[in-house]
Structure formats: C-alpha cells, structure tokens
C-alpha cells in the first residue's frame, strides 16, 4: 500500500512539474500573439497539452522503420505487376501502392481505401489463393503472433508453422517471399510474439531458397538495416528483426 501511495505520489508530481512549463509557455504565446494579426482562435476550451516532449529524442521503431524500407526498396527493384501482401504493416502497403499495385489481406480488415491499394479479409491460415498461384508476396513482423491469441486468433502452439505452410503453398514458382521476424535466442514471449533462431526460419522454408538475409540488430550502434549479413550475427541478438527474401524453385 506504501508503495502504491508513494508512486501516485511521483506520478502527481511529474504531472505537476510538466505543467509549468505549458502554463509558462501559453501565456508567452498569448502576449505575443496579441502584438500580431490574429489567424487563429486560442482558446481555454481548445487547449490541449502535451507536457513531456521538450527535450526529447524522436522516438523510431527500428523494427517498423527498417524492415519496411527493405523491402519497399526489393520492390522498387523487382517491379512486380502486383503485388500481394499478408497482414503486414499498413504504413508499408499504404506507402509502396504508390508505385506498386498492392492487394492487402488481413484477418480484421482494416477500413482504408487508396488508389493502387485493394484491402481484403483473409485467415492466414486457409488463403484464399490456389497453389503457386502468386509471384510476389510479402508476411511481414505476422507470424511470430499467430496461434498466441494476443490479436483474437485460436490459440495454437504450431499456429506459425501453419501460416508458414500456407505462404509456401501459394507462392509461385519463380515467385519472391518477403519474409520477417524477430530473431536471435529462440523463445516465447507470451502473449506477444516468437523470436527464432535464423536455421529454424530457414528450416521452416526449406522448400525455397534464399537470396538474401538482411537484420536490424538490437544496438543502434551495430547499424540500422545491415543487408546481407552473415547468419551467425542474427542467433547473436536478444530481440532482432530477421529480413528474409526468398525465392521459390
């Protein structure tokens, strides 16, 4: 109970103390915004703080940001006439539409609608595609939740190898994966995701090849988006983004 009190107790006070400096900037603003045209109305009822920003680093998802880029950048070499993508991130298809045609399939689909851009509902465990029917796809950052219940999903210990039987199914002979999970020590973290080991990926696709294996490590100080990197690096991450292309025979 002392605990609990003592922490409210820290949480007001840092309310408190990001307050200040809002309340000392408004009526600055207000001062100055008096001597000059006024644009805007400013008013009490709009006011709408934002108390701990000032000073602070922007913040970047390393994972979101780089696994993304990589594979816009395979895609804006490859060129495919369409491309299919599974429950990957929207940011990424939203982006990549623009220069490719993107037919975007999720299990709760998403209400976006943008040129370029088809969204659909798929279960990523029964696609709605016939065998080696599709040439270039992309799963990236899903597999590691299926089977764990954290999005709605049956719980299902070999949920992912399930989904990963599925994307080998309907990829086309000939055709690309984009492929990516966390990497490194191989374990559960319970409800949230995987994290593999690079021969188990490997192992799990051994129906196709791989053209390129690409990671962002755990330490910005071992660089953002290393492409091509040797195997043993990515067993040597806690919790690193493992980028997979891979090709089908």
């Not at 880029?69 to 299919?84: E, G």
Request: one cysteine or more.
């Amino acid at each position: 109970m002392i605990k609990l009190i003592k922490s409210g107790y820290g949480k007001v006070v840092s309310l408190l103390m990001g307050c200040l400096p809002f309340y000392r900037d408004l009526v600055i603003f207000w001062n100055l915004s008096r001597r000059t045209v006024k644009r805007h109305q400013l008013s009490a009822l709009d006011l709408w703080p934002c108390l701990f920003e000032k000073n602070k680093e922007p913040f970047v998802d390393r994972h979101y940001i780089y696994h993304t880029a990589w594979a816009a950048r395979i895609l804006a070499k490859t060129r495919p006439n369409i491309h299919i993508d599974i429950s990957s991130s929207l940011f990424f298809v939203s982006m990549v539409s623009g220069f490719v045609p993107i037919r975007f399939y999720d299990f709760r689909k998403p209400d976006l609608t943008l040129d370029g851009l088809t969204v659909e509902s798929a279960n990523l465990l029964n696609l709605p595609f016939d065998d080696n029917s599709i040439s270039s796809l992309s799963c990236m950052h899903v597999v590691e939740h299926i089977g764990l219940g954290r999005y709605g999903d049956e719980l299902d210990p070999d949920g992912d190898l399930k989904a990963i039987s599925e994307l080998t199914r309907v990829l086309a002979h000939g055709g690309q994966l984009l492929f990516v999970v966390p990497v490194g020590r191989s374990r559960i973290q319970f409800n949230a995701h995987r994290i593999y080991s690079y021969e188990q990926v490997t192992g799990y696709f051994k129906r196709l090849e791989l053209r390129e294996f690409s990671l962002i490590p755990d330490s910005p100080k071992d660089g953002g988006l290393i492409r091509n990197v040797a195997k043993g690096m990515a067993d040597q991450q806690s919790y690193g983004c493992g980028c997979f292309w891979f090709m089908k025979p």
